[in-house]
């Protein structure tokens, strides 16, 4: 269980975060919705532990770890696809994928290596394991920083829009891999999605944010997408 | 204006009827060897709207990249408005007309929201120029709209930094309006946006056409239908189909390497 | 000129090639990667001379096997003290670190000072790297080739190895590597970056310590000695590529051969004049150094 | 629009400051009446540092306005006090002869670039050209070809080793290490008149009062807001049609004629010009006492300049052994724990009061590559 | 009042402060002697201290506080020429009084300035001389990049030609330089018979280990040095430099009493282990010639103590000294040979004292002081 607790942020004195409850229970498909500038990458970041939370806190299988560094959550199973990829851009791409086993290193049971799984979803690991990551256009990026996240071996999958900017066929491959990966691996996902489509097609629940509020929440099988879209209009 | 030189005007005629404006003739980039775009041609005449399509890493934004300046082609060259740019500096490529929204954001973070918009109105662009002149009062105006039309009126007065990722990218989309140039290249404008603003980019993108010329790459379909403009789709750095979006939809190829199963694109 | 002034001044190319290589290997951890200006690293030279100095003091004539690890330890722990209590707070501020290290250098120049007296201290080569090796016959007769040169041209291709070789070959120079591109991401991988920061400033820390043995060698041990490699140690840093070793083992070269030509032909003291002027023109032929890391990623954010 | 998120403006910065005239006017009349109050060394020492004020003007702007941290600010000071120090030397050298140095050093005919500097009014001139020449060429070729960053940083220092260098090992014709010393007369006043050093001052002050107004009018045009654009991000205003280069030149041109300036009225008070004081450890010293102050603003960088030289030297008489604990501690504080200097954290606690929104800048954008 | 406020200005910090912090305690150790034994005139000195930082303009600014804030009756200090060119207007200007305790280069005369260092013709000259009479008549020179090595050389080149030896080459590298390779290989391809050495600072070290490295010892090529002491032989490592030579007014193993009695005192003071060298006597002897100045003038202002000290003559730590009235030293020259303990043994000396010459008749013929 990953569970979000009053948690509050700020940017210097710029509260942006206001007690946002969340959780997102093993295995499960959760996705967080709202406008731009509500504060969902905000959210993503203070849970993996990027931003620091001013208040609230989070539990990570039940253990408080609000003020644990973000490496230390990484290794109890939380992995992060941030907006804008966050490939390491000198790095080749096989070498961006080996940077996902650090994660491992406290995990005993875990084999220290890439999942062929992952050469399995995303072709493109293996066709361009020697080009720099920096290199690739934004679609093949996307599709290597969720490769690395799969490395981590984690228990929930932070993702960050990744869609954005994505070609359709690939959108696709994404989702059904996503899915595979739930399936397969049972690792939970909480996703943040401006398109609709997309998250009321993978999510089983929904939490919408709203000025760093969450405003509603629910199961996108019992709600319409209608009734949300109201939050994402300007 | 670029004073057209009446000696570089292309003889080829324009598809359209019209007078071409960009004019890419046989271009090829090399990175280190790696093809990203090969042998490519593509005009667009003066005053449409054309989108470009194609799978990740098909060479469209390096294509863009070309045409400002960014890269340079190891051969072939670029017309616009008859005059070869391929070898000139970037600013005078941006001053001649042309100007891009990246596919990442890219905002003058020290300065406020408005400020952006000023400079990127700023019709005089040289050192000497910016001492002396004031925004004038059409460049003002010109911003205070924007603001309004971008929603980021709230935020004129904030620094670009504290935005956030989608309100970064529609101050790029202003500031590339702004600029008021002849040829708007918009690189992924919608990327992070929801259905509503998406829709409203199309629109703002509609109304700009025809005293402007533009080109827009995208890959979300919904967004790609409602700029009705014809499409070049790329593949593997070369135009791969040309055509509106109901023909290439019905294209196998095309669903192959790019749009996927049918059923589905309606969301992507 | 004849033609053993002129090969002796090849090896002089070489010979100033492998001091500023050996210089310049700790700064192109700190500065390559941590993006870290460490203004002091000049001082950590120093402190690895008096601790040559002290271990020749203890051991006599055999000082020199211990005085490596000695001083390799010695500066690395004083390397990771600094780390942890200035530089991690640093980071991200390269042009600040710049300032504060600046401030250390002028502390531990007093330090040094005060602790061993302004005159600086002795420390002479062991017997056995006193001599030269000597052509005898052929045209570069008499040519000559001191030990001690040789000796340091050794310990800066060792280092130069080493450090290649774990920041290219081991999974740890990979993790640094990452570090130095995106500290959060690596750190969001389960990379504990604070402990990588610490490691590679103390070992960029503790290469200036040993490169501080070889220079004891054949440069005084006082507390103004590191001034006089700082700027030079920069520009192989620089000219060869921010975070490229192997190009900065190049530029090192190459500069080396430049000083040598330029003193053979000019005089010694216009040659450095001369010798900065051509790195200034050679940075305009390519700006990013030698061997650059270049990315569109980081050009177009 | 509310009001915390006002005056996160640079625009509105500047707009407040224009509102409160008041201070600054207050400042300038205090330090104006000063030499009415206060004389000899104390007075020499405050003359000192007003015209080194000068200099962290130009390096504000260069480095807090437009992200290039010259190293070798010490290069153009040196030039504006030699040109100078020059025509000082040859007015104090008797009719028809060399000055000594050249004869010590076997020199018989007065090198030609020595000749011009017998006038004035040339002198004058070469005190802003050649330091603004020199700092076109040097920009240009580094701008252009778009050096960055810490690149820039350790040229600039090369360049500044380089000059002094030669300068040390040309002593026919620039007196070398010694430089130019023992003066006597300037413009027709003897250096040893009692009242020298109080016009000396006032000049001093003039100069950087002046070089202040016309520095902080020409941040508030467009043009400062391009310096801060092409700090920032130096591909986008380069894609929306500004040459980054000629901008960056510009800055470094103005900074390097305001430390002209500063070299040539700093050459004033100390009577000599010399390269010692213009080398890589002098050139560290201005960014240095500039971050304390506050590079991103003027204000900050003048005080910055003069509050650190006056400390420096009460600090060092009172522990002339062990005063470099102190600085090179001082150095480290300030730069741990206030990052964007003393004007820095004035500002950001005002906001704070006021309730408004700090941002900081932990990230120098230029210093990436 | 009972105290009368001198000040001593040398580098503490910096690259000088390699040579001048002991220079500023011989003057300290001076003063406090002469307080123990009741002052000058009846009153206490105090020193004010200050520090030139290596940094000429320093000096200037520091001496301009020691005379107009600090109203002091004296400054002892400066090591190089260039600081104390620095000075030497503002000692003018407000009348002051210096002494300077550094050999120099000649070619000034100050009224406000005491210079008790060899003048060219009482180290350069008799060293050349020396040189010449044991048969080496082919010669090198080499120095620092500034003023005075630039000018003893300028003179000892013209004294070579006058002479009918030969310059074998002459090299000049910065101050501060460590790399002597090329220097090295060019003395090598010269095939000298011996060096005259006027580096200053701590490149002595990094040419003397070098020069070693190279294969060469004083056997092969002796040195013969200019500002290489006690002290500078310490740093270089004994070994390095035994059997080379120096030539200087004075050296720690001189047999006089005044000077035993310096040398304990210091070493009670500073330690065992100090090395004294030929700037520290003058250092401290210049207190003394000034003390005596004051009570023969019986007054503290500049003017009249510099007018008085001209034909005083004292037993110092150098032997006998007197003022002329350039206000320069006439003193005897010594040339030594380094032992292996770091010491120097004499092994020749002037004929009685050299009477100072501020302006080589050779090199700069017609100049004299006023
Ligand atoms: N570095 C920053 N400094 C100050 N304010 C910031 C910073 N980054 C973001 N903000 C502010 O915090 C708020 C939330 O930003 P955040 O990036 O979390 O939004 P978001 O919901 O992810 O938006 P988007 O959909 O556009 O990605 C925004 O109002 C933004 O202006
Ligand atoms: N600077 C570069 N160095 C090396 N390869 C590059 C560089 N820039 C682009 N490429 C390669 O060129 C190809 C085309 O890239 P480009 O960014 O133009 O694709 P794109 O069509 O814009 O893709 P996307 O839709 O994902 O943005 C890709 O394979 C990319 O890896
Ligand atoms: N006078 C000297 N040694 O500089
Ligand atoms: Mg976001
Ligand atoms: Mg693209």
């Not at chain 2, 700023?122 to 004031?134: E, M, N, P, S």
């Not at chain 5, 004010?48 to 000429?56: F, L, P, T, Y």
Request: with cysteine.
């Amino acid at each position: 269980m990953l569970k979000v607790e009053n948690v509050s942020a700020a940017y210097g004195q710029s509260p942006v975060l206001f007690g946002v409850n969340l959780d997102v229970a093993d295995a499960e498909a959760v996705t967080l919705i709202g406008r731009n500038g509500v504060g969902k990458t905000t959210l993503m970041r203070t849970i993996m532990g990027l931003h620091p939370v001013s208040a609230g806190g989070v539990r990570l299988n039940g253990e408080q770890v609000e003020q644990e560094p973000a490496f230390v959550r990484a290794r109890g199973g939380l992995a992060f696809v941030p907006q804008g990829r966050g490939l390491f851009p000198h790095l080749s791409v096989h070498e961006n994928l080996l940077m996902g086993l650090p994660a491992l290193s406290t995990r005993e049971t875990a084999k220290k290596e890439i999942p062929e799984l992952v050469y399995d979803l995303f072709p493109i690991c293996r066709d361009m394991a020697g080009r720099k990551a920096g290199n690739l256009s934004g679609g093949q990026q996307q599709q290597v920083a969720i490769g690395r996240a799969l490395v981590t071996q984690p228990k929930y999958l932070l993702l960050d829009e990744p869609t954005e900017g994505i070609q359709p066929s690939i959108v696709q491959e994404i989702e059904a891999a996503l899915t595979r990966i739930r399936r397969e691996l049972r690792v939970a996902v909480l996703l943040v999605e401006q398109y609709l489509d997309f998250a009321w097609a993978f999510a089983e629940r929904y939490y919408v944010l709203q000025r760093g509020v969450i405003v509603e929440s629910g199961h996108t099988a019992r709600t319409p997408q209608a009734d949300v879209q109201r939050y994402m209009s300007v | 204006m670029p004073r057209v030189e009446p000696r570089q005007i292309t003889v080829q005629p324009p598809i359209t009827g019209q007078e071409t404006l960009l004019d890419v003739q046989d271009i090829t980039v090399s990175f280190d060897g790696f093809r990203a775009i090969q042998n490519l041609s593509l005009k667009v005449p003066r005053g449409s709207l054309r989108v470009l399509i194609g799978p990740n890493g098909a060479g469209k934004s390096t294509l863009l990249d070309t045409i400002i300046g960014k890269v340079r082609p190891v051969g072939g060259r670029v017309l616009f408005a008859g005059r070869d740019i391929t070898r000139l500096p970037e600013h005078v490529i941006a001053g001649l007309g042309i100007c891009r929204k990246f596919q990442a954001p890219g905002v003058l973070e020290g300065l406020s929201v408005r400020e952006n918009l000023l400079l990127a109105a700023r019709k005089h662009k040289g050192v000497f120029a910016t001492i002396q002149g004031r925004p004038t009062q059409a460049e003002e105006t010109r911003v205070q709209e924007l603001l309004t039309l971008t929603g980021l009126k709230g935020k004129a007065d904030v620094s670009a930094a504290e935005l956030a990722h989608g309100e970064k990218q529609w101050l790029e989309i202003a500031m590339v309006v702004a600029a008021d140039p002849e040829l708007l290249l918009l690189d992924e404008p919608t990327a992070g946006m929801t259905a509503q603003e998406t829709a409203q980019t199309a629109e703002l993108i509609r109304s700009l056409v025809g005293k402007h010329t533009v080109m827009v790459i995208d890959h979300d379909m919904h967004f790609v239908e409602l700029l009705q403009a014809p499409i070049t789709l790329l593949h593997q750095g070369q135009v791969f189909r040309e055509g509106d979006l109901d023909t290439l939809r019905r294209d196998p190829e095309v669903m192959e390497i790019y749009l996927g199963r049918p059923k589905e694109n309606a969301h992507a | 000129m004849d033609a053993v002034f002129l090969a002796g001044q090849m090896f002089t190319g070489l010979s100033v090639a492998s001091i500023l290589l050996l210089v310049a290997l700790g700064l192109a951890l700190s500065f390559g990667l941590m993006r870290v200006i460490n203004m002091a690293h000049g001082e950590l030279l120093m402190v690895g001379g008096y601790l040559t100095y002290l271990c020749a003091q203890q051991l006599g004539p055999n000082f020199l096997w211990a005085a490596f690890p000695v001083a390799f330890l010695g500066t690395a722990l004083l390397g990771a003290l600094l780390e942890v209590l200035v530089i991690r707070r640093l980071y991200g501020r390269p042009l600040d670190t710049l300032l504060a290290t600046f401030g250390i250098s002028l502390i531990m120049q007093q330090a040094a000072r005060q602790l061993f007296g302004s005159t600086g201290v002795p420390v002479t080569a062991p017997g056995w790297l006193a001599g030269t090796l000597t052509l005898h016959g052929g045209p570069l007769d008499g040519l000559a080739f001191p030990h001690v040169r040789l000796f340091v041209i050794a310990l800066s291709l060792l280092v130069l190895g080493s450090v290649w070789w774990l920041l290219t070959r081991s999974r740890f120079g990979m993790q640094v590597r990452a570090v130095n591109q995106s500290r959060e991401m690596a750190s969001a991988l389960g990379v504990n970056t604070r402990r990588v920061d610490l490691l590679v400033f103390a070992l960029g820390s503790g290469i200036a310590g040993l490169a501080g043995v070889g220079l004891a060698m054949i440069a005084p041990v006082n507390p103004t000695v590191g001034g006089a490699y700082i700027v030079n140690a920069f520009l192989v840093v620089v000219v060869g590529g921010v975070g490229s070793v192997l190009g900065g083992a190049v530029a090192a070269l190459i500069l080396g051969a430049m000083t040598a030509l330029a003193e053979g032909l000019t005089s010694v003291s216009l040659a450095q004049a001369i010798v900065l002027i051509a790195v200034v023109a050679f940075l305009q032929w390519k700006p990013r150094g030698l061997l650059p890391t270049q990315s569109r990623a980081l050009e177009e954010a | 629009m509310n009001a915390a998120q006002k005056l996160n403006s640079a625009a509105h910065a500047r707009r407040e400051l224009r509102n409160v005239p008041l201070w600054p006017a207050v400042t300038v009349l205090a330090l104006a009446l000063l030499p009415f109050f206060v004389s000899g060394y104390p007075l020499a020492l405050l003359g000192r540092v007003l015209a080194l004020a000068i200099a962290a003007l130009g390096v504000s702007v260069v480095w807090g306005r437009t992200g290039i941290l010259s190293l070798g600010q010490g290069l153009f000071f040196g030039l504006g006090g030699y040109a100078l120090g020059m025509h000082l030397k040859l007015v104090a050298t008797p009719k028809g002869e060399l000055p000594d140095f050249m004869v010590y050093n076997g020199v018989e005919k007065l090198p030609w670039f020595w000749a011009p500097f017998h006038s004035a009014p040339f002198a004058l001139l070469m005190v802003v050209l050649l330091p603004g020449l020199a700092a076109y060429l040097i920009g240009w070729l580094m701008f252009r070809r778009r050096i960055t960053g810490v690149f820039v940083s350790i040229i600039t220092q090369a360049l500044v080793l380089a000059f002094v260098t030669w300068l040390n090992g040309s002593q026919g014709l620039t007196s070398g290490t010694n430089g130019l010393t023992d003066f006597q007369t300037v413009l027709g006043a003897s250096v040893r008149d009692p009242q020298f050093p109080r016009t000396l001052y006032w000049v001093t002050l003039a100069a950087l009062v002046g070089c202040f107004a016309f520095t902080s009018w020409l941040l508030g045009t467009p043009f400062g807001s391009l310096l801060t654009a092409v700090r920032d991000n130096e591909n986008r205003s380069r894609f929306l049609g500004f040459n980054p280069a000629a901008f960056k030149v510009a800055a470094f041109v103005l900074g390097g004629v305001l430390a002209g300036i500063s070299g040539a009225l700093y050459t004033l008070h100390l009577g000599t010009i010399s390269p010692a004081m213009i080398g890589v450890a002098f050139s560290i010293e201005l960014v240095v006492w500039v971050a304390l102050g506050g590079r991103a603003s003027l204000w900050g960088a003048a005080g910055g300049m003069i509050l650190g030289m006056v400390a420096k030297d009460r600090i060092s008489s009172a522990a002339p052994e062990s005063w470099l604990y102190i600085m090179g501690g001082l150095f480290v504080l300030v730069v741990l724990f206030l990052p964007q200097g003393v004007s820095g954290w004035l500002q950001e606690r005002r906001k704070l009061t006021e309730g408004h929104i700090p941002i900081i800048h932990r990230e120098d954008a230029h210093a990436q590559s | 009042q009972d105290t009368v406020k001198v000040g001593v200005l040398h580098s503490l910090t910096g690259t000088m402060a390699i040579s001048e912090i002991t220079v500023a305690n011989a003057a300290q150790l001076a003063v406090d002697e002469i307080n123990a034994a009741g002052g000058v005139l009846g009153k206490k000195l105090t020193v004010v201290k200050e520090d030139g930082a290596s940094d000429w303009p320093t000096f200037a600014t520091k001496a301009e506080k020691l005379l107009t804030q600090d109203k002091v009756a004296v400054v002892f200090g400066g090591w190089t020429s260039a600081s104390r060119k620095a000075m030497l207007p503002v000692f003018e200007k407000n009348k002051g009084l210096l002494f300077y305790p550094v050999q120099f280069e000649g070619n000034e005369c100050s009224p406000n300035i005491i210079y008790t260092g060899a003048q060219p013709n009482q180290q350069a000259l008799p060293a050349l001389d020396w040189a010449l009479s044991k048969g080496y008549r082919n010669i090198f020179l080499l120095g620092s990049d500034y003023v005075y090595p630039r000018t003893a050389n300028l003179i000892l080149k013209k004294h070579i030609a006058d002479r009918k030896a030969t310059l074998a080459g002459e090299e000049y590298v910065a101050l501060g330089g460590t790399e002597f390779s090329s220097v090295i290989n060019k003395i090598k391809a010269a095939k000298p018979q011996i060096i005259i050495n006027t580096l200053n600072g701590d490149s002595n070290v990094s040419f003397f280990k070098q020069y070693q490295a190279a294969g060469y010892s004083a056997k092969t090529l002796p040195v013969i040095s200019f500002s290489i002491a006690e002290q500078e032989a310490q740093s270089i490592g004994p070994a390095l430099l035994s059997g080379q030579y120096a030539t200087w007014n004075y050296f720690q193993s001189l047999p006089n009493a005044a000077n035993k009695k310096f040398v304990a005192a210091y070493k009670k003071k500073f330690g065992a282990n100090s090395a004294i060298t030929d700037p520290m006597a003058h250092a401290y002897m210049d207190v003394y010639l000034w003390k005596a100045a004051v009570e023969k003038a019986k007054s503290f202002d500049p003017s009249v103590v510099r007018k008085a000290i001209v034909g005083i003559s004292m037993d110092s730590p150098l032997g006998k000294i007197t003022v002329d009235k350039s206000g320069s030293l006439t003193q005897a020259v010594y040339t030594g040979q380094s032992g292996a303990g770091g010491q120097f043994r004499v092994v020749a000396q002037s004929k009685g004292v050299v009477a100072p010459q501020p302006y080589d008749k050779l090199a700069f013929p017609g100049k004299t002081c006023p």
